[in-house]
């Protein structure tokens, strides 16, 4: 045999070998804020504790702030965890979402829209690919998002996105690039999250309003995991990579338990789906076709 055989030989060997192991999610790992972000906008409105590892957003009359990461990613597991602003937070808005950065851009969104004292916050998501959004969906959680750390997170690969909160899926935007809706899988995306004031439309549609005298507003962030195929060097390199634990076959779906729990959320919480709203789409769009089957 000679030494070009062999080469190919065991350079099938090892893909086999790297190809068949079934690599389970690593557990996200909490890493100090400046691994993976910096701040965008308003530096100042940014408190740090821990050495970093904890970070409180803050939001006045002033300003808000916001911050992102330093790459940008192709596919992978972001998690964040996050408690939101206390109390009287009517009018304020807390994100956390992917986004590319050109004109056609994919986006994947949690908002989390506060409310007056005692009153339930709402979880807005959302999804962008090839510039088109207009897919809000909306639930209450079934905690108090601003006493404890919970965390959210964002699976995606080349088959499904997967928003989570703790452990439970609230939704699934499938590929279905064979009913002719994009799917995010060639723009790198970077990870973002701000506070700011959205009295205009955030609470009740508009009705309430930032209580000014209640500021400074905080939220606070620690975590900051990113495990994903960095593409801020060459975007090309993560298509080329070839499989990571994200493009495995028990993550390209959710399985029975995780359907379960996403059933639990769609009959229990959830306040709106623009996938069953008839008059916005008399048609139903293409990607809720497949996303009924829950
Ligand atoms: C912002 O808040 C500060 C402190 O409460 C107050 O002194 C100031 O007048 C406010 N500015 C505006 C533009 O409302
Ligand atoms: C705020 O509370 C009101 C009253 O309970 C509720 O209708 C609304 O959905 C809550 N959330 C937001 C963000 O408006």
Not at 15 to 22: D, F, Q
Not at 51 to 70: A, H, P, R, W
Not at 212 to 226: L, S, T
Request: aromatic share 16%; glycine share 6%.
């Amino acid at each position: 045999m000679d030494s070009n055989k062999l080469w190919i030989l065991s350079l099938c060997l090892l893909v086999m070998v790297l190809g068949t192991k079934a690599t389970a999610p690593k557990k996200p790992v909490d890493v100090p804020f400046g691994k993976n972000y910096v701040p965008t906008w308003a530096f100042d409105h940014i408190k740090y504790f821990n050495g970093g590892s904890e970070i409180q957003l803050l939001l006045d009359n002033y300003t808000g702030t916001g911050f992102q990461s330093k790459g940008s990613y192709l596919f992978g597991h972001f998690s964040m965890q996050m408690k939101l602003v206390p109390g009287d937070s009517a009018g304020t808005v807390t994100a956390f979402y992917l986004s590319s950065q050109n004109s056609e851009h994919d986006e994947i969104d949690f908002e989390f829209l506060g409310n007056r004292s005692g009153q339930p916050y709402i979880l807005q998501t959302n999804v962008f690919t090839g510039g088109k959004g207009d897919r809000e969906q909306r639930i209450y959680l079934w905690f108090d998002p601003t006493k404890n750390y919970h965390s959210y997170s964002v699976l995606w690969n080349l088959y499904i996105i997967a928003f989570f909160v703790d452990d439970v899926p609230i939704r699934v935007f499938k590929n279905c690039k064979d009913l002719r809706v994009k799917f995010p899988f060639d723009q790198p995306m970077k990870i973002y999250s701000s506070l700011w004031n959205a009295d205009d439309w955030a609470t009740r549609g508009g009705l309430e309003k930032t209580n000014w005298a209640k500021a400074p507003f905080n939220a606070a962030y620690k975590g900051f995991h990113i495990d994903g195929c960095e593409a801020s060097v060459e975007a090309k390199f993560c298509a080329t990579q070839g499989k990571r634990w994200w493009d495995q076959k028990e993550f390209q779906d959710l399985d029975a338990v995780q359907y379960r729990r996403l059933k639990w959320v769609r009959d229990k919480y959830t306040i709106y789906n623009y996938c069953v709203d008839r008059k916005r789409y008399p048609v139903m769009p293409p990607e809720c076709v497949r996303d009924r089957d829950v």
